[in-house]
Structure formats: C-alpha cells, structure tokens
C-alpha cells in the first residue's frame, strides 16, 4: 500500500518542494496550507507528473481546521507514516525593545504551536502505521541568535525544544522525530511575509550571496532523512548554503 505524507505550509516554498519530492519519491501526499488554489495547482502537477496528492485547506492555528486535517489523513488511502511540520515563517526584523507583539505572536502560533498542534492531532495515526517520522522544519534560528530576530529565533528555539522533547517522550514507541535546520534559503514568500511585501528590502537578503540554497535543496534533505531505514533517526540536519559559514558570517560578491 502506498504510505501517506502530510506536509503542512506546502502551498509555497520549501513545503512545495517538500511535497512535489515525496510524491516523487511514492509517497501520497497531503499538502496542507490556507491558500486552497495553490494546493490545487500543486496536486494537478503532481499528478500530472506520474505522482498522488491530495489537497487538504489547512490553518495550523486552529484546532478545528487541524483536525479536520486529521479526518483527511484518516480517509488517505494508505498508512500515515510520516508529518513533515513546515508551515512557518518570520515577521519583522526589530530590535526586542521595539519590536511587535503582534508579529512575535504570530511567530510562536504558527511555528510552534502549530507543529505541537498538527503533530498531537497526527500521533495516533503515525504510531498505528507502525513506523512513523515526524519532521519538524525549525532553523539555524533555532539554534543560535542574531540582532533583529528577536521573536524569530524566539519561536525557532521553541520549535527545536520540541523537537527534542518528543524525541525523549516517544523512546522506545516505533516514531523517529528530526529536525531539519535551513540556513539562508531564497524562496520567493519567506522574505515577503518577513517585510510585509516589500520586495525591495527580501531581495536585498540574497544580495550578492553566490549560491543561497533553494527550496528544493531543502526538499531533498528533508526527503534523504525520511527514506532512511527505519531503525536510523537523524536527530537534527543543519544545512546552509556555502557561502554562509554562519548566522553573521555571509559572503558577498
Ligand atoms: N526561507 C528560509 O530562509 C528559511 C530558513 C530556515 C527555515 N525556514 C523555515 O522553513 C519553513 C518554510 O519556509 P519557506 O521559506 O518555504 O517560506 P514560505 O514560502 O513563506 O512558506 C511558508 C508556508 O507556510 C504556510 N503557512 C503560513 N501560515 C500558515 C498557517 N496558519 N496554516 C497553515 N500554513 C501556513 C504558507 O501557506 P499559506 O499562506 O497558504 O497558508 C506557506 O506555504 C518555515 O517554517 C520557515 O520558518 C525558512
């Protein structure tokens, strides 16, 4: 039987890219987000192309809209064997002094709490698959801090504890927890939503860097962690473009 994916902000983006790969590589595919065109467009190329998705409309802020993506996944004709936990994204780039509640809410709902709420809702249904994965997209935000990304790496640092955490709580359970971590990605929404549409001040991120990675760099991660035996768990993968050797340390040409 064909195992299922869900993987949630596929709608754009690394999640796009997530999605379009792991129907490439067999799986069913339920490509969750809000934006129900979207996921329309990437079903019909996934099938197009020889593969099987769903679309499921899907706000990882709300429980009622989670499980019913969790009916979906019930319906899916196949077990649920792996969650790939990638809707997320920053707003605003302020100094903790200034910056927005508003955007630093937002940041912790749809990042963290979003992952702790798709992944309750999906656990059952992994677990009784008998062997399930579970991916949480965080980032090198997650792991180190930088000046302006307050609420961002507040979020990422909460979203890698969970990652964590669970990874302990489900020990001896046949699931396997990873954490991706992406460096500088150029994706054409991230930097958008960041700054408000200002395309100017998104663009200006990759100004110059020779090679920043791609969503489907990402993808291609994401997709090598999932399809390894099942007894090997990649606890965390960190992957930044070459020309970023860290948070501060980008080249530029
Ligand atoms: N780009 C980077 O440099 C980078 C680096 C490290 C980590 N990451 C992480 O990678 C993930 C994907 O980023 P990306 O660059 O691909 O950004 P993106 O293109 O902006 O994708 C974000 C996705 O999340 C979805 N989303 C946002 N709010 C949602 C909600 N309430 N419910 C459901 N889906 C929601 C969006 O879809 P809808 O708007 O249709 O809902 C979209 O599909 C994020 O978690 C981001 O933090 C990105």
């Known amino acids: 039987m064909t195992s299922v994916a869900i993987v949630t902000g596929a709608s754009s983006g690394i999640g796009a890219a997530t999605a379009r790969r792991l129907a490439a590589e067999g799986f069913h ?27 499921v409309t899907c706000d990882v802020t709300s429980d009622e809209s989670v499980a019913r993506l969790a009916e979906a996944a019930a319906q899916a004709p196949g077990p649920v064997t ?43 249904a992994l677990e009784a698959s008998g ?35 669970l990874r302990l709580e489900l020990c ?12 500088m990605v150029k994706t054409d929404e991230f930097g958008l939503v960041r700054f408000e549409g200002d395309a100017e001040r998104a663009a200006a991120v990759y100004a110059g860097v020779p090679g920043p990675l791609v969503a489907e760099d990402v993808a291609d991660c994401i997709a090598w962690c999932a399809t ?26």
């Open 172 to 183: 001896g359970r046949p699931l396997r927890v990873i954490e991706i971590d992406p460096g």
């Open 131 to 165: 062997s399930g994965t579970i991916v949480v997209v965080s980032s090198t935000a997650g792991l180190t801090v930088y000046e302006g990304g307050g609420g961002y790496t507040a979020a990422k640092h909460a979203q890698t504890a969970i990652a964590g955490t």
């Open 228 to 253: 390894r035996p099942e007894h090997v768990n990649i606890d965390r993968l960190v992957v930044r473009p070459r020309a970023q050797a860290a948070q501060h340390k980008v080249h530029r040409v």
């Open 29 to 55: 595919v339920l490509a969750a987000a809000r934006r129900a065109e979207r996921l329309t467009d990437l079903v019909a190329e996934i099938t197009a192309a020889g593969g099987q998705a769903t679309a």
């Open 82 to 124: 792996l969650l790939v936990n990638n809707a997320g994204g920053a707003r605003g780039l302020d100094p903790v002094e200034s910056g927005s509640v508003a955007d630093w809410q937002w940041m912790y709902d749809v990042n963290v709490l979003g992952t702790l709420r798709v992944t309750q809702a999906l656990l059952p």
